[in-house]
């Protein structure tokens, strides 16, 4: 006798055992279908989203998504400039999830932890920041003059951070907010441009591919890199996303997530192709043999499990900018990076 798959379920003569796994598989179906045919993330430009790029370009998160049981899930990719615009954008919902700072998610986990629940999805890099100044006679933070100015993203972003950890590290702990009135925000290509051309600013704290450019300009000279001067690797760029997109589209979340693995893999085995596609998807001044060799040079950057997250939080907290820290990194983060090794 002909049964349909649902009658069968119910049959009496079903063994148990393949009553449970039919059960079971009907679940994962029933979830499959509940969950949305469409993501939206929004990235902001420069090398730290290039995982995100890598894996829209080639595929890997429909790909991702096929094998986590989704075979018509859609992904779109939207540039947005600054974290602010970004985080607007996730919490009126008109993206899924965003591209943040780590400082940036931080703020937003203390901030939603009782409504929407923003935390991060993956890690994406723990990119290195650069301290550049353009004045010979500056060797040291404690050379700069009190009209001199050093530019940062944001006065609120991971680039001030740094530059408050460094005071912090050579001028004491009372001494956090000494660089402060120093600090100037500019976009990244601009502060590049006002550091080489010695107009208006003293130095510039600049990740990659700005710090990569400006070590090849003999117009300017690095103090230090970040990560040797606090002793530390400190992830800086994440995916974040709300409770509510995680819970309803944990596949989908998980196919990200995957994705975001692979496209880390691609970039460290086929840096020179990753070059190819950054440069297709912004502007640069940069060649691509120079993106290339960038690449080579980062290549331990790429993961998706975060380091320096606790390091960064704690500081928050003694700067002001947190209230709290967590009591774990793996509070900020949802499963299955949560699951990890991060730090």
Not at 287 to 311: H, N, Y
């Amino acid at each position: 006798m002909y049964l349909s798959p649902w009658r069968r379920l119910y049959h009496p003569r079903l063994p148990l055992k393949s009553l449970s796994i039919a059960l079971g598989l009907a679940a994962v179906c029933a979830t499959a279908q509940a969950e949305q045919d469409r993501v939206t993330l929004a990235i902001q430009y420069g090398y730290a989203y290039l995982p995100v790029t890598v894996a829209d370009k080639l595929g890997m998160f429909r790909q991702q998504a096929k094998a986590h049981g989704h075979p018509n899930a859609d992904f779109e990719i939207k540039r947005i400039s600054g974290a602010p615009a970004i985080n607007d954008a996730l919490i009126s919902g008109n993206v899924d999830i965003g591209g943040y700072g780590l400082s940036g998610t931080l703020i937003a986990w203390e901030k939603t932890r009782r409504s929407l629940d923003v935390r991060a999805l993956c890690a994406l890099v723990a990119g290195d920041n650069g301290l550049f100044v353009n004045d010979p006679a500056i060797k040291s933070l404690a050379d700069f003059k009190a009209d001199d100015k050093i530019a940062v993203s944001s006065p609120s972003g991971q680039q001030a951070l740094l530059l408050q950890m460094a005071a912090e590290r050579q001028f004491g702990p009372e001494q956090i907010h000494k660089l402060d009135r120093l600090m100037v925000s500019l976009p990244h290509p601009d502060a590049t441009s006002s550091l080489v051309n010695k107009a208006g600013i003293k130095g510039y704290i600049g990740p990659n591919p700005y710090s990569y450019q400006l070590a090849q300009d003999p117009r300017v000279s690095k103090l230090f890199d970040f990560s040797s001067a606090l002793d530390m690797r400190m992830t800086s760029g994440v995916l974040t996303s709300t409770g509510r997109f995680v819970e309803n589209n944990p596949q989908l979340s998980a196919a990200v997530v995957a994705a975001i693995d692979e496209a880390n893999a691609y970039i460290r085995r086929e840096p020179r192709k990753a070059a190819e596609l950054f440069l297709a998807s912004e502007p640069s001044s940069l060649s691509l043999d120079q993106v290339e060799a960038m690449l080579r040079q980062v290549s331990g950057e790429w993961s998706v499990q975060p380091t320096g997250v606790m390091a960064l939080a704690d500081f928050m907290v003694r700067s002001g900018a947190l209230k709290k820290a967590p009591d774990d990194w793996r509070a900020v983060f949802f499963a299955p990076v949560a699951d990890g090794e991060g730090s």
